[in-house]
């Protein structure tokens, strides 16, 4: 199973940026879709961005649509999350997860153990 | 956009078989996952398309999906599996998740 570990979490203030990490250790990173998703009380269990293999095709939640953006470096086998403009509902557990994405089937099947970030002033 | 409407609370006796839904239009024309999350811990998956369970999850774990209904089964429920419950699926190349149900194994 795939390791993944988040990092990048922290406090900032609304309309501030926060960069989130997330670095594999499992083989063949590369080969797989892999996707940020985050948890809060107020919104639940939200998906926010997926991104192919090579990085090339890239997916968005319509809630961080144009606020944020999801990129991937396989050589270092890691993902990263730049969001901008964050507002306080935005405030939540951001995991990231290895997306599987075949003949139809989508679901993710291993997932780190999260990384807070807390938008207030 | 696509909604997944699970019930927010379900309970059950250790030993007995508990049931989760989770209902959307027409989510039987579609794969649903479930996973399960306790307390302080992410989430893990514990059925995927339907009715498959990833390796390592117990044979007690089962789904099913038909009409506008999924349902997870947890056939003689133990106490650690007490926890958080979500179904997800794919619509219009977005993932959506249900809001949850807490399982009490009491």
């Known amino acids: 199973q795939m390791q993944l570990v988040e990092s990048g979490g922290g406090l900032v203030t609304p309309g501030g940026s926060l960069r989130l990490s997330c670095v594999s250790s499992g083989l063949a990173f590369g080969n797989y879709y892999m996707a940020w998703l985050r948890q809060s009380p107020e919104k639940g269990l939200e998906w926010l961005a997926y991104?192919?293999?090579?990085?090339?095709?890239?997916n968005y939640a319509d809630s961080v649509k144009g606020r944020v953006t999801i990129s991937r470096d396989n050589a270092k086998k890691a993902i990263y999350l730049q969001m901008n403009t964050l507002r306080a509902d935005d405030t939540g557990v951001y995991y990231c997860a290895r997306d599987w994405q075949q003949m139809g089937v989508y679901y993710f099947d291993s997932w780190g153990q999260g990384t807070l970030v807390t938008v207030s002033s | 956009s696509y909604e997944l409407t699970q019930p927010p609370s379900v309970s059950v006796s250790p030993g007995q078989t508990a049931r989760v839904t989770c209902s959307g239009d027409k989510l039987g024309g579609k794969y649903v996952s479930w996973y399960q999350q306790r307390p302080g811990q992410s989430p893990v998956l514990v059925i995927y398309q339907d009715d498959e369970r990833p390796s390592g999850i117990p044979e007690r774990f089962s789904g099913s999906n038909s009409g506008n209904t999924a349902t997870l089964t947890i056939s003689g429920t133990q106490p650690m599996d007490e926890a958080e419950y979500y179904c997800q699926a794919w619509d219009n190349s977005l993932y959506v998740f249900g809001s949850g149900t807490r399982v009490t194994v009491l």
């Open positions: 991104i192919s293999t090579s990085g090339s095709d890239t």
